[in-house]
């Protein structure tokens, strides 16, 4: 079956370092997106990308990178990983062949700075 | 800017038995969607249920329903013959048609008792 998959499941960091959490999809959908989980926010948009060659920056992107080589997968950099970044990241993808097609998201990485 | 509340953080219901889960959102466009996320304990979020605001019609799937008020912005999710599984965090979303950017609720924990 089709899914979409992220790795690592955790992680734990140090302040300054840097960090790529990987997404992978196999259902070969041209949207990707990057979420941040925090208690009292919900979900905020991170990144997004249409497209290979093509990325967007979302709500909250300061402190993050991603780049689109493929179509299955859109990593997140941290460039300079700080506390503040501690956080559940979940992937998601769409296939936006009609308007209303629904994202679908990977099971999630969370992240510990120290 | 568009905006999604869910106004009960924590509601609790009795196994088979039937609960309401509120949301509200503010919105100036005429084309969007709407959407319920389930996000249990493995912290996978869950696609439940769609709107789509053009539609009269109430979305439903299985034991899921919704009430969609579109004059009054209010989209609640009904779960009837509640089971044990749908324990769970909540999320109500939404999404401007043409637009990739989910905007989600800050949750609504549900707690169902044997």
């Known amino acids: 079956d089709a899914e979409i998959t992220q790795s690592p499941r955790h992680k734990i960091t140090e302040t300054g370092r840097q960090v790529t959490l990987a997404c992978h999809q196999t259902?070969?959908?041209?949207?990707m997106f990057w979420y941040r989980q925090d208690l009292g926010h919900g979900l905020r948009l991170i990144h997004y990308?249409?497209?290979?060659?093509?990325?967007n920056k979302g709500e909250v992107s300061d402190g993050y990178s991603v780049s689109r080589s493929n179509t299955e997968d859109l990593p997140l950099t941290l460039e300079s990983a700080a506390s503040s970044q501690t956080s559940v990241y979940f992937c998601?993808?769409?296939?936006?062949?009609?308007?209303?097609?629904?994202?679908?998201f990977g099971p999630g990485t969370r992240l510990t700075v120290l | 800017a568009q905006t999604v509340t869910q106004s009960q953080p924590e509601m609790s219901v009795q196994e088979a038995e039937t609960v309401t889960l509120s949301c509200t959102y503010d919105?100036?466009?005429?084309?969007?969607?709407l959407f319920w996320y389930k996000q249990p304990p493995s912290r996978q979020m869950i696609l439940v249920i769609r709107?789509?605001?053009?539609?009269?019609q109430n979305a439903t799937e299985n034991r899921f329903s919704v009430n969609f008020q579109k004059a009054a912005k209010s989209f609640s999710l009904k779960i009837s013959d509640s089971q044990l599984g749908d324990a769970a965090m909540y999320f109500c979303?939404?999404?401007?048609?043409?637009?990739?950017?989910?905007?989600f609720g800050k949750g609504t924990k549900l707690t169902v008792n044997p």
């Open positions: 919105t100036s466009e005429s084309d969007y969607y």
């Open positions: 990308s249409y497209g290979v060659q093509d990325t």
């Open positions: 979303a939404y999404r401007v048609g043409g637009s990739e950017k989910l905007v």
């Open positions: 259902w070969n959908h041209n949207n």
């Open positions: 709107q789509e605001a053009y539609k009269q």
């Open positions: 998601a993808s769409r296939y936006a062949v009609a308007a209303g097609d629904t994202q679908y």
